[in-house]
């Protein structure tokens, strides 16, 4: 189908210059005819085929002084189609750029639809995700307000643990709880109570839940020991120190500081490791003659045996 109104027309075509350069009839042409030949493939390109008359299509060349020798070599070129001139391969290049084009329209249709069905479709969703009530305990909730939950009251007192990933994970888990009937005071209590023993007990971050894995295990519900209990528990270990003087032994509750290390008879107290270390160095036990041993091999024992007392002294 012609369209010589100026809209739409295809500025270019694709030049094949191998083709173009094995072509019988233009190995067979002189440069000007080329450059007349190259000149009228542009035109009938743009207006979908050339005027018959000679005069005419001499002056879309420029009117050259070679014209009459130069148009019947240039004219086996082209082709008589109704009341126009054309090249067989250049329509050929038109109707495959007229399909591809056509082709792209289609899909461009498709892939319009296609967006316009999944831009409605997630209207749909968001639209139904704030309307959906879900059932907590006696009461109805949105799950709008269920995720304002989670982000003003749960996760704002959760980030105190620093133990902040999977935020998504975290507050769908919140929902799930919330869904099954927990209520929200005692999952905030619960989680009062657990920071507050993770921060007295120094626990670091990477050793404390993700907030998906505290609210999967109904965590909130675990039986915490309050701080003066873990107190009462520490104050309970029991110390052994022994003199090193009279060898008395004393069991107290805590470490001993500064003067407290002296005995009544004047010696030191030691740990008990401390003192039977202690012990062991001053007082070594003998240790067997080996038998079959020579001279050499007793005068090697002898002199390891006063190093190591060097040393330790």
């Given at each position: 189908?012609?369209?010589?109104?100026?809209?739409?027309?295809?500025?270019?075509?694709?030049?094949?210059?191998?083709?173009?350069?094995?072509?019988?009839?233009?190995?067979?042409?002189?440069?000007?005819?080329?450059?007349?030949?190259?000149?009228?493939?542009?035109?009938?390109?743009?207006?979908?085929?050339?005027?018959?008359?000679?005069?005419?299509?001499?002056?879309?060349?420029?009117?050259?002084?070679?014209?009459?020798?130069?148009?019947?070599?240039?004219?086996?070129?082209?082709?008589?189609?109704?009341?126009?001139?054309?090249?067989?391969?250049?329509?050929?290049?038109?109707?495959?750029?007229?399909?591809?084009?056509?082709?792209?329209?289609?899909?461009?249709?498709?892939?319009?639809?296609?967006?316009?069905?999944?831009?409605?479709?997630?209207?749909?969703?968001?639209?139904?995700?704030?309307?959906?009530?879900?059932?907590?305990?006696?009461?109805?909730?949105?799950?709008?307000?269920?995720?304002?939950?989670?982000?003003?009251?749960?996760?704002?007192?959760?980030?105190?643990?620093?133990?902040?990933?999977?935020?998504?994970?975290?507050?769908?888990?919140?929902?799930?709880?919330?869904?099954?009937?927990?209520?929200?005071?005692?999952?905030?209590?619960?989680?009062?109570?657990?920071?507050?023993?993770?921060?007295?007990?120094?626990?670091?971050?990477?050793?404390?839940?993700?907030?998906?894995?505290?609210?999967?295990?109904?965590?909130?519900?675990?039986?915490?020991?309050?701080?003066?209990?873990?107190?009462?528990?520490?104050?309970?270990?029991?110390?052994?120190?022994?003199?090193?003087n009279c060898k008395s032994e004393l069991k107290v509750n805590g470490e001993l500081k500064g003067s407290e290390f002296t005995c009544d008879c004047g010696g030191l107290l030691m740990d008990k490791w401390t003192w039977e270390y202690e012990q062991n160095r001053k007082n070594p036990k003998p240790q067997p003659e080996p038998e079959n041993i020579s001279d050499e091999q007793k005068e090697f024992v002898q002199t390891l045996e006063i190093l190591t007392e060097k040393m330790s002294a």
């Amino acid at each position: 189908m012609s369209d010589n109104s100026g809209k739409n027309k295809r500025p270019a075509f694709q030049f094949y210059c191998g083709d173009f350069l094995s072509d019988y009839h233009v190995v067979c042409m002189s440069m000007s005819q080329r450059g007349i030949y190259i000149t009228l493939l542009a035109h009938s390109w743009l207006e979908e085929g050339l005027p018959t008359t000679e005069k005419k299509l001499s002056m879309l060349c420029g009117n050259p002084d070679t014209w009459e020798e130069d148009w019947p070599v240039v004219k086996e070129c082209f082709m008589l189609d109704e009341d126009r001139y054309k090249n067989k391969r250049l329509e050929r290049e038109r109707e495959r750029q007229n399909i591809l084009s056509e082709k792209r329209r289609e899909y461009g249709r498709k892939g319009g639809l296609t967006k316009s069905k999944s831009k409605a479709k997630a209207k749909q969703k968001l639209s139904t995700s704030i309307e959906v009530e879900a059932e907590v305990g006696s009461k109805k909730l949105k799950l709008s307000e269920l995720e304002e939950e989670f982000e003003n009251i749960f996760w704002i007192m959760w980030r105190n643990t620093k133990r902040t990933e999977n935020k998504k994970r975290a507050m769908d888990s919140f929902i799930k709880a919330r869904k099954s009937g927990y209520e929200l005071d005692n999952i905030m209590t619960g989680l009062g109570g657990a920071i507050k023993n993770w921060a007295k007990t120094g626990k670091e971050t990477q050793y404390i839940p993700h907030a998906s894995t505290w609210l999967n295990g109904i965590c909130w519900e675990d039986e915490i020991p309050s701080i003066g209990a873990v107190d009462k528990i520490e104050s309970k270990r029991e110390y052994i120190y022994k003199c090193d003087n009279c060898k008395s032994e004393l069991k107290v509750n805590g470490e001993l500081k500064g003067s407290e290390f002296t005995c009544d008879c004047g010696g030191l107290l030691m740990d008990k490791w401390t003192w039977e270390y202690e012990q062991n160095r001053k007082n070594p036990k003998p240790q067997p003659e080996p038998e079959n041993i020579s001279d050499e091999q007793k005068e090697f024992v002898q002199t390891l045996e006063i190093l190591t007392e060097k040393m330790s002294a």
